[in-house]
């Protein structure tokens, strides 16, 4: 059988740091090109350092109807070949060869025109997939009936919550019939009732014969979809296969309980301590926090979450001047958690939206012999959250 995606030396360079440049005279560009052997002399390879490979030297090939998750820590290039495959944008080196429609679902606001209405975006992605009107009048209802946004289908699609957008996105996606079905972790936008909406429909699309390629942090909707997968780091190709395999890989590789970090957040551990898991950071940042907020995730070995908190939840607001360093420790009193393997995502910031530091899935700690077994059910974070006690130093 013939792959529906034949991917071969796939990479991708950008250089760091770079931003578009105003349209240049006739004159303007005659000095530029007379000046620039002059200035590589003088940088020498300083513009060469600033360049970086996001994708290196890729090959893998997809048969129809095989549904593929591609995994991997944050940088590790898992979006780069998703864009590479939608046309977004240019491999450096390389090709990739698709035989069949594409539809994707990548950023929020990708493929949609802001000034157009729902509808109008609607009739024009079918039209740029290459669909007839009466295909997309077809399958209009159904769309609209999955994205749930009826009543503001004729509003500018530019007025829409982030949540509307990608609902309308994926129902287009899904709904118009593409050969090959590209979805980023965009879905995390979503509510937790639409991403399980999602994924039902991915599943269906898949048992039609249709080939599904999914981006996720999110380890148990990789198992629940997937039925092969690859794990990329540092834009490398590092592992494929059964999605048992390549999953059992990345959770082997990606995490520890104590990790260095370059930037705010310089280190973090966790520990188990008889009943309780301690969590502690230390930080060093230029800006100056009334309340230094670490927001904390534990989620299972399938990266479903158990629970979290931050000062915010907990409303902590210790006894301390702004600060530009400092610790901070969380003891986590008799967590109810069965014996295994959990992740630790972190946040962490002044408790605004701005983060100055987010990372998934970047601790790890194995639970041995709690007193108080069996786990807590996946909730929202805030919710039925084991008691806390915080310390800032």
Partial sequence: MKPIIHVE????????????????????????????????????????SSKFWALKGVSFDVMPGDVVGIIGRNGAGKSTPLKILSRITEPTTGRAELYGRV???????????????????????????????????????????????????????????????VRLAFAVSAHLEPEILIVDEVLAVG?????????????????????VIFVSHNMHSIYSLCTSGFLLSEGILVERGDIDKVVNSYLATATSNYKEFDGALRWAKIEQVEDTLELECEYDTSLNFD?????????????????????????????????????????VRQPKLLDGEYLVSLWFGDGTVNNVFEEKDVLSIEVIGMTDKGQLPPVIVGNAVPECDWTFA
């Fill in 291 to 331: 309340v230094p907020y670490l927001g904390f995730v534990i989620s299972n070995c399938l990266g479903v979450p158990i629970f979290g908190s931050n000062p915010g939840i907990e409303h902590v607001r210790p006894n301390m001047s702004a600060s530009l360093q400092g610790r901070i420790k969380i003891v």
């Fill in 103 to 165: 539809g994707s679902l990548l950023e929020v606001g990708t493929g949609f025109h802001p000034e157009l209405t729902g509808r109008e975006n609607i009739y024009l992605n079918g039209a740029i997939l290459g669909m007839r009107r009466a295909e997309i009048e077809k399958k209009f209802d159904e769309i609209v009936d999955f994205a749930e946004i009826e009543e503001f289908l004729d509003t500018p699609v530019k007025r829409y919550s982030s949540g509307m957008y």
């Fill in 191 to 211: 509510d937790a009732q639409f991403q399980k909406k999602c994924l039902g429909k991915m599943k269906d699309v898949s048992e039609h014969g249709r080939t």
């Fill in 9 to 48: 030396n796939l990479s991708k360079q950008y250089t760091l740091g770079a931003t578009s440049e105003p349209y240049s005279t006739l004159r303007e560009s005659l000095v530029k090109a007379a000046r620039k052997p002059l200035d590589m002399v003088r940088r020498g390879n300083k513009a060469e």
